[in-house]
């Protein structure tokens, strides 16, 4: 299979003031298209920042991102933008869903920025797919943490994206909630062949994952195939 993620002597600095924060150093990985892999490491690591950048939702300060052989640091901001709408789904730990908006609205709204026909019925199915076709005229306040990260996982989906970047997917939910929504990303995984890529604390997800990168201080530290 090819690769569809690789990262050449990626480097992150943070401006602070006026010291510098370097948060990741010298990263090198690639990533086979259509394999899971999960990113563990202490808090602070440089994990969400990673997979921040893998995702063309921030910029490397050095190296290369490369994302279908498209290099993400020599893009524009609206040639960034519709790479990731093109091929790319994220999910957030906080859910991030938009708080004036029903869960249908949420759904709807990747879907029409991408010019989509029948958007209304895509996204139903969408949320159907999630087990949430009666939920739609729901606001996120009126949902549970595990309905609106499958809401949120319903609206990631929608662009039928490459690669799905899952940043503490299941942290917010409780053991049971989080089983489901792993099977959801799974699920994803098997039947479309999506990139799975996950942040997570939770060991026992990673081991679910074909291959586990730990990081700790902006560094990797082991690279490793699961059994
Ligand atoms: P992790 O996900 O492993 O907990 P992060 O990538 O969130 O780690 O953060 C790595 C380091 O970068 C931390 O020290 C954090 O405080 C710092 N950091 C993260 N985002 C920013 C930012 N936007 N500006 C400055 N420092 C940041």
Same mark, same amino acid.
Do not use: W
């Given at each position: ?8 002597? =990626?480097?992150?600095?943070?401006? &602070? ?6 948060? @990741? *150093? ?12 999960? %990113? ?20 490397? &300060?050095?190296?290369? =991102? ?5 290099? /993400?640091?020599?893009?524009?901001? *609206? ?21 004036? /908006?029903?869960?249908?609205?949420? =759904?709807? =709204? ?13 996204? @139903?199915?969408? @949320? ?14 009126? /949902? ?42 799974? *699920? ?26 730990? %990081? ?6 082991? *690279?490793?195939?699961?059994?």
């Amino acid at each position: 299979m090819a690769n569809i993620l690789h990262l050449h002597q =990626v480097g992150k600095v943070y401006r &602070s003031g006026n010291r510098d924060l370097k948060v @990741l *150093d010298d990263v090198n990985f690639s990533v086979e298209a259509g394999s899971t892999l999960s %990113i563990v490491g202490p808090s602070g690591s440089g994990k969400t920042t990673l997979l921040g950048l893998c995702a063309g939702l921030d910029r490397a &300060s050095s190296g290369q =991102v490369e994302l279908n052989g498209i290099g /993400l640091n020599q893009l524009n901001e *609206d040639e960034l933008a519709s790479v990731r709408n093109r091929y790319i789904g994220f999910i957030f730990q906080n859910f991030q869903l938009m708080p004036t /908006l029903t869960a249908l609205e949420n =759904v709807m =709204v990747p879907l029409e920025l991408r010019g989509e026909k029948n958007v209304r019925s895509r996204a @139903l199915d969408l @949320l159907d797919k999630v087990g949430l076709a009666d939920r739609g005229h729901h606001y996120p306040t009126q /949902l549970s943490g595990g309905e609106q990260q499958r809401v949120s996982l319903a609206r990631a989906f929608s662009n039928q994206p490459q690669i799905l970047f899952a940043d503490e997917p299941t942290g917010n939910l409780d053991a049971e909630t989080g089983v489901k929504v792993e099977k959801l990303l799974f *699920d994803l995984n098997k039947e479309s062949g999506t990139t799975l890529i996950l942040v997570t604390h939770n060991l026992e997800l990673a081991a679910k994952t074909q291959r586990i990168i730990r %990081i700790k201080g902006g560094k990797i530290l082991s *690279d490793t195939l699961t059994a």
